[in-house]
Antibody, heavy 116, light 112 residues
């Protein structure tokens, strides 16, 4: 059974940093392109970014609102996906979902609240 | 970025009746490999989203056959042949052809 379990969410001040983690199981993680999607409270879904597999260059792509501030990385030896978030803004407050890049599998989400 | 629009944004439906959601993109979603990366996502209240339909018309495993997707180019439709209570939620289309991927605003389906 495929499982994606996010962790690392919490309260952070504007300008601060936070790293989210996603533990993957039930599939060959090293072959998978992975991504993050977020959802602000009461709002719709927003694509954050993706990372390709190592075989495909491990390159990353990001949505405009987070480009230059967020970094997606992976550790295939641990089946882990990460989202490093820097220079956080209040508008980054959202539930962050770990997903396979094709959106076929989603985690339960972790809440990030950016507030002073 | 490609802009995705959906209509209606709110859809009250009688149980057992059909429902239809339109999704339009600001440019063609046909990728260079010939595929169209337009997916439909369902989010039930209080739950994580899940993919229902991928590449326009392919149902994901476990998705009831009352759900169907169609369309091409810039114009797509999700249909529910007979709405059931468990179909209540918000439905999003997403284009994954052009970077960065973009979601539609969502259509809220509720029971009348």
């Amino acid at each position: 059974e495929v499982q994606l379990v996010e962790s690392g969410g919490g309260l952070v001040k504007p300008g601060g940093s936070l790293r989210l983690s996603c533990a993957a199981s039930g599939f060959t993680f090293s072959n998978a392109w992975m991504g993050w999607v977020r959802q602000a409270p009461g709002k719709g879904l927003e694509w954050v970014g993706r990372i390709k597999s190592k075989t495909d260059g491990e390159t990353t792509d990001y949505g405009a609102p987070v480009k230059g501030r967020f970094t997606i990385s992976r550790d295939d030896s641990k089946d882990m996906l990460y989202l490093q978030m820097n220079s956080l803004k209040t508008e980054d407050t959202a539930v962050y979902y770990c997903t396979t890049e094709d959106l076929s599998w989603w985690g339960q989400g972790t809440l990030v609240t950016v507030t002073s | 970025d490609v802009v995705m629009t959906q209509s209606p944004l709110s859809l009250p439906v009688t149980l057992g009746q059909p429902a239809s959601i339109s999704c339009r993109s600001s440019q063609s979603l046909v990728y260079s490999d010939g595929n169209t990366y337009l997916h439909w996502i369902q989010q039930r209240p209080g739950q994580s989203p899940r993919r229902l339909i991928y590449r326009v018309s392919n149902r994901d495993s476990g998705v009831p056959d009352r759900f169907s997707g169609s369309g091409s180019g810039t114009d797509f439709t999700l249909k529910i042949s007979r709405v059931e209570a468990e179909d209540v939620g918000v439905y999003y289309c997403i284009q994954a052809t052009h970077l960065s991927f973009t979601f539609g605003p969502g259509t809220k389906v509720e029971i009348k």
